[in-house]
């Protein structure tokens, strides 16, 4: 963490007593507090083992402003956000690192309608932090701290009230759970027992050193899910982030599938219940989304990479529905934001529905190969190497809302962004064939060595 930065592109997030300390947390705390200014919060943590620790420390700094402090405990991220407006609270302070390995932890900050707070108001936050311009409570007014008990059950019934239960729980389907030992396990078994599915589950024992598998539900995560679908003969898998806010999908066949392509079974879903709908989606998802929306038609509507941004879009807009290829579904008429166990009855109900296995789902869409690339570029001449290369594209169907996004007559394309962790260009391409998604990284790779020479 840089001297007068204090939120990253996640939040405030750090290595446990290391990059971030309970000291941090208790002025961060000061700083939240004074930013609400004696208002109600909510606070929540994942099963990471800092959790508790992070609370208390938070809380200190919340109540020294005055404000007082409900304290939900141990939740999905998804279900602290549905409870603060469920209790009309007026924003709460989510401890989690999400996807990040075990020694890492975090402060998320919510907003009173659910969604995280705007890159304007961290930067508010962190003016009064490295300012220290904190107004503390006199000690008349110090914040008090209750006990909220039950929202991961008031969640639960909140999903249920959205898909077709009847329907779903007709089919007995036989689900694999895999809740990476954190907080996906307190909710999404619940869930699924209650519309009628045979649960199996794999980490499900809280445990936040992550025992069974990093939190990151990436392919390389999965092998055990994966395995246990087939052996067993399950008719879905499922695999939550550290902090539940995104699934992962696995079909009948064990085959693990990417998060665009159940978004794109989401979209044609809800597209073909609501046509002519307004869709919002980062500007790196897939060309599959872009097909999906334009199939049924749905208006897709672009934004930076970045869920807080889907999510204010979505609101400012009255969309219904938001992706990311991640494996985050934003689901309006629940909440606008990314939430794991909603879009897992999402994909139950369209399976009860349509009679369709998720593999038949899937192999219905059209079809893209990607490729990813890297190369290193220093921070400074992050946004001169953009500039050389817009001039290079000048008349192509480009896109430049976030990095540089090429649409080819061939239906390919290519993404080339700037890394927002990294001394990096990332680079992201998709076509029809194999073959030309890495061609298209070779030469957007040679573009841009020619350029970082030139500059
Ligand atoms: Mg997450």
């Known amino acids: 963490m840089s001297q007068n930065k204090l939120f990253g592109t996640n939040g405030i997030r750090g290595t446990v007593n290391t990059e971030l300390t309970p000291d941090m947390a208790v002025k961060a705390g000061y700083a939240i507090g004074t930013f609400f200014g004696k208002k109600s919060l909510l606070v929540g943590y994942d099963a ?20 007082n402090v409900f304290l939900a405990g141990m939740a999905p991220t998804p279900a602290l956000q549905f409870a603060v407006k469920n209790h009309k609270m007026d924003g709460a302070v989510i401890i989690t690192a999400s996807h990040n390995p075990p020694q890492y932890n975090g402060i998320k900050v919510i907003w009173s309608d659910g969604i995280e707070i705007s890159h304007e108001q961290e930067t508010e936050i962190e003016n009064i932090y490295f300012e220290e311009k904190n107004q503390f409570a006199d000690w008349k007014q110090l914040g008090a701290t209750h006990d909220l008990t039950g929202i991961n059950n008031e969640y639960v019934e909140a999903i249920k009230k959205h898909v077709d239960k009847a329907k779903i729980a007709e ?45 990151e539900p990436r ?30 999908f696995v079909d009948e066949t064990g085959q693990i599938h990417m998060g665009d392509k159940t978004f794109a079974v989401v979209l044609k879903q809800f597209l073909l219940d609501k046509p002519n709908s307004q869709i919002v989606t980062p500007v790196s998802s897939s060309t599959l989304i872009k097909d999906t929306a334009n199939a049924y038609k749905g208006e897709l509507v672009w934004t930076k990479v970045g869920s807080v941004t889907v999510s204010q879009k979505m609101k400012e807009i009255n969309s219904k529905l938001g992706g990311e290829e991640n494996g985050g579904v934003f689901y309006g008429p629940h909440q606008s934001v990314r939430d794991g166990a909603m879009t897992t009855a999402l994909i139950l109900d369209i ?11 899937v ?18 001449k ?9 001039e290079q594209v000048q008349g192509m169907n480009i896109n430049t809302l976030d990095g540089v996004k090429i649409w080819f007559d061939d239906k390919s394309v290519i993404l080339v962004r700037p890394s927002g962790t990294e001394t990096a260009y990332r680079m992201y391409a998709e076509a ?7 061609q298209l990284v070779q030469e957007y790779t040679a573009k841009l060595v020619k350029i970082l020479e030139s500059i």
């Open 48 to 67: 990471r083992t800092s959790g508790p620790m992070f609370a208390k420390a938070v809380i200190s700094g919340l109540t020294a402003t005055g404000c």
């Open 171 to 215: 089919k007995q389907f036989h689900v694999v759970v895999d809740g990476a030992n954190s907080v996906g396990s307190l909710t999404a078994p619940v869930l699924m027992r209650d519309l009628g599915c045979k649960i199996t589950s794999l980490n499900a024992n809280i445990d936040g050193t992550f025992p069974g598998r990093m939190p």
């Open 219 to 248: 392919p390389e995560n999965l092998a055990e899910l994966s395995k246990m679908v087939k052996t067993l003969g399950a008719d879905l898998g499922v695999a939550f982030d550290g902090d539940a806010d995104r699934s992962i």
């Open 351 to 361: 399976m009860a529905k349509t009679g369709k296995k998720l593999s038949e789902l």
């Open 363 to 380: 192999a219905e869409q059209p079809q893209y190969f990607l490729e990813k690339g890297k190369i290193e570029c220093p921070d400074e």
């Open 382 to 390: 992050k946004l001169k190497v953009q500039e050389k290369l817009l």
């Open 432 to 438: 029809k064939t194999q073959e030309r998604a890495v």
